[in-house]
Nanobody
Framework: QVQLVESGGGLVQAGGSLKLACTSS????????MSWFRQAPGKEREFVAA??????????ADSVKGRLIITRGDAKNTVTVYLQMNSLKPADTAVYYC????????????????WGQGTQVTVSS
């Protein structure tokens, strides 16, 4: 069974930091691009950041550039993608989802093959 499992969400004050992690299981994602999306209540799911399978291509949404950093670690039979979140704002409050895409880095949710269940990030003012 293919799984992407997110962790690391929580409640933080504005200006604080969190680090999210997404770990894969059930198949190898070493040749897949990995990404983070988020969805706030009443809003559509939006792109946050993406990293290619080799790590040399990285995309960020304009709203998070300079504050969030995506990285990945590849081990035998598993891939973990991280999202270091700094200088958090209340506008960053959302459920954060990890996703994987065999075709490469992309910004549209419908281009992704597998999704995690999400982890809640709440930033208080």
């Amino acid at each position: 069974q293919v799984q992407l499992v997110e962790s690391g969400g929580g409640l933080v004050q504005a200006g604080g930091s969190l680090k999210l992690a997404c770990t894969s299981s059930g198949r190898t994602f070493s040749t897949y691009a990995m990404s983070w999306f988020r969805q706030a209540p009443g809003k559509e799911r939006e792109f946050v950041a993406a990293i290619s399978w080799h790590g040399r291509t990285i995309y960020y949404a304009d709203s998070v550039k300079g504050r969030l950093i995506i990285t990945r670690g590849d081990a035998k039979n598993t891939v973990t993608v991280y999202l270091q979140m700094n200088s958090l704002k209340p506008a960053d409050t959302a459920v954060y989802y990890c996703a994987s895409n065999r075709a490469g880095v992309a910004r549209r949710p419908d281009e992704y093959d597998y999704w995690g269940q999400g982890t809640q990030v709440t930033v208080s003012s």
